[in-house]
Structure formats: C-alpha cells, structure tokens
C-alpha cells in the first residue's frame, strides 16, 4: 500500500472513530465496537433489548484484566525471546500492562491494542538495553571473529542458490515457511538475535544501534549481512530442501 | 599491492553484492558501490536470486516481529500467579 494508501486510511479511520464518539454521547443504545464500525451481531442484540452493550466491546478492550489474559502470553514470549531471563521478562510486560493502562487516554485505535502494547513493549527492552550499558555491564556484543560468510568461499557461491518461489510475497505469508524462519533465528548466536530484533524494533536509527552495541556503522552493516546470509543459508537447508 | 588487489577483487564478488543487497535493504546506495551492485546484479544469477531471498527474510522477519513472535518458543508463556500479579498491580 503505497503511502497515499496509508494516509488515506487512517483520515477515513478518524472520521469513523469520531463519529462512533458522538454516536455514543447521543444514542447510548446503539452497539458500537473500538475497531471497526456496528458489527451486525451486536446491531441484532441492540435491536432486541435496546441495552447498552454499547460499550461492551469497548468496555472488553478498555479492561486491563482482559489485556492480561489475551495478550500477556505474547507478550511475555516476546519479552523472554530478547532478554532470556524469566523473571525479568515477567517484570518487563508487568511495565508495559502498567504504562498501556496509564496511557490508555491517548491510544487513538489507529492501530490493534496487541500492536500498541508491543510497541510499548519493545521500547521498555530497548529502555532496558540502555539502562544496562549506562551500568557498563555487556550489551555489547562480543568482538567477533567469525569472518565467514555463509555460502561463499573466496567471495563466490560455494552451492546452488535455489530460486526460493516465482511469486516472494506468497512466501511471507505461509506458515511453513514463517515457522522455518522462527526456528532459524532461534539456532542464531544470540549476539546476533539481539542486534537483529533490537534493528526491526525501528524505534531506533543506526547510529542509535551503534551506539547502543559499542560497535562501529560499517561492523554494524557487516553483522546485519552475516545475520541474513545465516538466515538465508540455514533456510535453503531447512526449509527449502525439505 | 597485494591489498590492492584483493580490495579490487572483493569489489566484484558475489560477496560484496550480497553485503550490497543487505545494505540496499535500511539505505540507498550509492555512487560506486551502486554501480559495480548494477552491474553485478545484470550477469549474476545466483546473486540476483539471493537478493530475492534477503527481501522474503527481512520481509517475514519484520512479519514475525510485529507478531511479537520472532525467536518466541511457542510452548512459553505467563504462569498463572504471573498473571494474577500483574492484575493486581493494575487495580
């Protein structure tokens, strides 16, 4: 979607939600959900009983006990992932489930509450990441000393680069192939697990990265390469030749 | 001399290409390294199927992100006095 695409949405998402806002200050019994407009469903019920379940799927959404429940293994999975340690991750979604509540005013639903919370999420790890290299213990990664490159000797191809699909999109959004990369990343050394998500959490620019790991931009480019070259390697051996 | 050369064969390797194709994916590219990456790109197969294939990776990583399940062991997940900690601290 190109980014007049975007734009364009998210005005006719505003308007929506601004009509739902003063739909719900005039007619209280008319059934409204947070994201979407007046599910039919909820219409039928609100033509039975004229209730107020009005807010019931805001009220659902609006209720941190509900977050816990649907999001808090996602999160938590999330957090354990980046920071392997339990209890820390434990404390770390306990963090984000309290700044989402206190923030909650501000949320404008332009995007789902699961991608709020973890983006709320991903900058209290990146807030973390930070708070542990102030303490000058090692976030940064280890000097590596791996110069291979996998699947090239002497700088050429060394095996056959298979043509993976005709149509790439179609991959990314097959669960074989997502659960094959899952798994690939998980084998990755884990200085090279943490560069990568701290690099697609976006929050934060090269410069900021490098700065964070103690690591030069050109170092910074070459582990990026070496990270998706393994991906790609381990991949093409693990998923495309089954 | 020797590190000349070596810097001059480096710069026409399916290695380099492949370091340009993971940069080309966060920046532009420019200048000589754009060029000696076009003109690679043009008579290398294998190169241009791999550039392919650093897209669908970033591309389903960044999907696998958002999901907040990139690295996630599915069989983990917040014990039962966890959640009811965090609830309480909520109220």
Redesign the interface.
């Known amino acids: 979607m190109s980014k007049v695409d975007e734009s364009f949405v998210s005005f006719l998402h505003r308007i929506v939600y601004a009509f739902m806002e003063h739909a719900q200050s005039i007619a209280p019994g008319a059934s409204i959900c947070l994201y979407g407009g007046v599910s039919e469903n909820v219409k039928k019920q609100d033509e039975v009983d004229g209730a107020s379940s009005l807010n019931s799927g805001l009220e659902r959404e609006m209720d941190?006990?509900q977050w816990?429940?649907r999001y808090?293994?996602?999160?938590?999975?999330?957090a354990?992932?980046?920071v392997r340690e339990a209890s820390l991750a434990?404390d770390l979604?306990?963090e984000t489930?309290?700044s989402a509540?206190k923030a909650y005013g501000d949320f404008e639903g332009r995007s789902a509450v699961?991608?709020w919370l973890?983006t709320i999420?991903k900058n209290k790890i990146i807030d973390h990441y930070r708070k542990v290299k102030r303490q000058g213990e090692a976030v940064s990664l280890d000097s590596d000393t791996d110069t291979h490159?996998a699947g090239?000797t002497?700088?050429?191809?060394n095996t056959?680069?298979?043509?993976?699909?005709s149509n790439?999109?179609e991959?990314?959004e097959g669960q074989e192939?997502?659960g094959a990369?899952?798994e690939c990343?998980?084998k990755l050394p884990d200085r090279y697990?943490k560069l990568?998500?701290v690099k697609?959490?976006d929050d934060l620019s090269?410069e900021e990265i490098c700065n964070l790991f103690d690591i030069s931009a050109s170092n910074y480019?070459?582990l990026?390469?070496r990270i998706?070259?393994q991906?790609?390697q381990c991949?093409?051996k693990n998923w495309y030749a089954k | 001399m020797l590190n000349q050369i070596k810097k001059c064969w480096h710069f026409f390797t399916c290695e380099r290409y492949t370091e340009l194709a993971s940069q080309e994916l966060d920046q532009k590219l420019c200048g000589l390294d754009r060029w000696g990456f076009l003109f690679h790109h043009a008579i290398c197969t294998f190169c241009r199927r791999s550039r392919r294939q650093l897209k669908v990776i970033e591309k389903a990583s960044l999907k696998l992100d958002l999901e907040g399940s990139l690295g996630a062991n599915e069989s983990q997940g917040l014990s039962e006095a966890a959640k009811q900690r965090i609830k309480q601290s909520l109220h």
Do not use: C, S
């Open positions: 941190p006990d816990v429940d808090g293994d996602r999160l938590y999975k999330y354990l992932a980046r434990e979604v306990q489930f309290l509540v699961k991608t973890l999420l490159t090239m002497l700088g050429i191809w056959f680069v298979h043509n993976w699909a790439p999109d991959l990314v192939f997502l990369l899952n990343f998980r697990k990568f998500q697609l959490a090269t480019w070459v990026l390469h998706r070259m991906l790609r991949l093409d």
